[in-house]
């Protein structure tokens, strides 16, 4: 199938909810760690004229140039900056900024980068599989599938993707590998479909938790990201805002606890008298439980359809 760009490409998800829960004020100071196309930013751009500044990041340089260009009539109250949003703290610190209103955190791929066939994060692309966010990252998607054993692949597979057929999908993996890398999207999915084929029709592409965890594996995208949450939020004013938009149940589940364990609620599975969670809150839940999109939103654009967002407040 050929894979193109579509109008809705740039367009931020659950933007109102975000922005409204972000409380966005003229003059503030924010965050956005995933500027991606730039849709959540100009959002908020446009919210904190005059005299605001917003700090964006994203590991993905084509994005932030791509993003650079739209939020251009902004630029004096922008500052980019092409790096991993876990060195935020080190950012801050050296424009000697702390603390900020607001910070929002859009986790996970963006439709610019599965959409973009050379950029290999598809089954439905023929492309080298690569997968990459940050395109100068030394090791892609191919190096991971050549190189790791067996029970390595099985693993990423389970526990990234929730993939139950995960060691049949390794070995088969490991198999084809012995007789030629593997170097391409369709090339992988093919052999994923091939294990499927003996079990009958799926209800989603065969290829589609598979792709995810090993996206998920080269960026590294679930790796720190509990204590990145708390070391976000400590660079917050009282009564500024984080936010965060999670696509997957894997990313919600560690932002949930993330938010909980500010808030000084309990995190372990023990008994009431064992447990020993701190119980100092620093953070009150906006959000105990996760919004989700509008039927609107939902009929407007489906890809939105997996969001979860949360938002935690300074106390
Ligand atoms: C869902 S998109 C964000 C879309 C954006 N909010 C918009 O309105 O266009 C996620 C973005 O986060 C970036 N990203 C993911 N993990 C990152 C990390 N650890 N550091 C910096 N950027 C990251 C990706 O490159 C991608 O551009």
């Known amino acids: 199938m050929q894979l193109r760009h579509h ?44 005299g605001g500044l917003l700090i964006g990041i994203d590991r993905d340089k084509e994005s932030l140039e791509k993003a650079q260009a739209r939020l251009k009539p902004f630029s004096d109250s922008l500052r980019l ?18 603390p900020v209103d607001g910070i929002l955190i859009d986790l996970g791929v963006s439709s610019y980068q599965l959409l973009s066939p050379e950029r290999g994060f ?26 790791s054993s067996e029970v390595e692949l099985a693993d990423i597979i389970y526990r990234y993707g929730e993939e139950r057929l995960s060691r049949r999908i390794a070995a088969a993996i490991v198999q084809e590998r012995e007789k030629a890398p593997i170097t391409r999207c369709s ?44 070391e976000a939020f400590s660079f917050l004013k009282s009564g500024g805002r984080i936010v965060v938009i999670a696509f997957h149940s894997l990313e919600d ?18 008994p009431p008298e064992l447990c020993r969670c701190p119980r100092l809150p620093l953070g009150s839940l906006i959000t105990p439980r996760p919004i989700t999109p509008g039927p609107e939103e939902l009929a407007a654009n489906p890809r939105a359809r997996s969001a979860r967002l949360r938002s935690l407040e300074k106390v």
């Open 253 to 270: 589940r560690i932002v949930k606890r993330a938010f909980r364990r500010l808030a000084g609620q309990c995190i372990c599975d023990q």
């Open 7 to 50: 109008d809705d490409d740039h367009v931020p998800v659950m933007a109102r909810e975000a922005l409204n829960l972000l409380q966005i004020k003229p003059g503030g100071i924010y965050v956005d760690a995933t500027v991606g196309m730039g849709g959540h930013s100009q959002a908020i751009l446009e919210k904190i004229q005059p």
């Open 81 to 98: 900056f092409h790096d991993n949003y876990k060195n935020l703290p080190l950012i801050l610190n050296n424009l000697a900024i702390k």
């Open 122 to 147: 598809s089954f439905q692309s023929d492309a080298v599989l690569d997968m990459r966010m940050d395109r100068t990252q030394q090791w892609n998607a191919a190096d991971l599938i050549n190189n």
């Open 187 to 230: 090339q992988l999915a093919s052999i994923i479909n091939r294990v499927f084929k003996v079990r009958g029709h799926q209800a989603i592409h065969p290829a589609t938790k598979t792709f995810q965890a090993l996206r998920i594996a080269v960026n590294e995208e679930l790796h720190g990201l509990e204590d990145f949450l708390s």
